[in-house]
């Protein structure tokens, strides 16, 4: 059975910076891209950043580009997302998803995890 | 960056009611485009992609068509169970959503 486990969300005051886990179980983690999308309470989906199998592609949205970064470990089979300079509206549900693809795109989000809650306020 | 639109951004619809959705894309983005469903609380699930490709394990009573700009997401016969917010998402570069749908039962 697949199992997408996210961790590491919380609370933050703005400015700081908070880095999220994604543990992976239950397939070939490198046969897969790896994503994260987030979704702000009450509010609708919004890609953020992927990642392809081997790393070597990698693609993220302009709203957090040049603050947060992506990365994956293969042989420990998890997915990061490093989150710098936060600010009041990256609050949301941060997801881990895969994508029934190698390469970043096409981008299919065939599992997710339950979320990890990032809260941004002072 | 490809904007999505999506309408209506939510519907009422009755048990056993056809229920159309419309995506729209700002420019041609061939058939990449997928549709999700989901329930409060829950992570979305994948049900249509590349357009009109059922997802395994997804009832029949939900369809995709379209290519280009124009998309349309379809309940052939509403059940309750269908209660949900719906995205589509394309993936022709970096991927994105369109803002929901909200479907509810009248």
């Known amino acids: 059975e697949v199992q997408l486990v996210e961790s590491g969300g919380g609370l933050v005051q703005p400015g700081r910076s908070l880095r999220l886990s994604c543990a992976a179980s239950?397939?070939?983690?490198?046969?897969?891209?790896m994503h994260w999308v987030r979704q702000a309470p009450g509010k609708g989906l919004e890609w953020v950043s992927g990642i392809s199998w081997n790393s070597g592609s990698i693609g993220y949205a302009d709203s957090v580009k040049g603050r947060f970064t992506i990365s994956r470990d293969n042989a420990k089979n998890s997915l990061y997302l490093q989150m710098n300079s936060l600010r009041a509206e990256d609050t949301a549900l941060y997801y881990c998803?895969?994508?029934?693809?190698?390469?970043?795109?096409?981008?299919?989000?065939?599992?997710w995890g339950q979320g990890t809650l990032v809260t941004v306020s002072s | 960056d490809i904007q999505m639109t999506q309408s209506p951004s939510s519907l009422s619809a009755s048990v056993g009611d056809r229920v159309t959705i419309t995506c729209q894309a700002s420019q041609d983005i061939s058939n990449y485009l997928n549709w999700y469903q989901q329930k409060p609380g829950k992570a979305p699930k994948l049900l249509i992609y590349d357009a009109s490709n059922l997802e395994t394990g997804v009832p029949s009573r939900f369809s995709g068509s379209g290519s280009g700009t124009d998309f349309t997401f379809t309940i052939s016969s509403l059940q309750p169970e269908d209660i949900a917010t719906y995205y589509c998402?394309?993936?022709?570069?970096?991927?994105?959503f369109g803002p929901g749908t909200k479907v509810d039962i009248k």
């Open positions: 998803a895969t994508s029934k693809t190698v390469v970043l795109t096409p981008a299919y989000f065939d599992y």
């Open positions: 998402q394309q993936y022709d570069n970096l991927p994105g």
């Open positions: 239950g397939f070939t983690f490198d046969d897969y891209a």
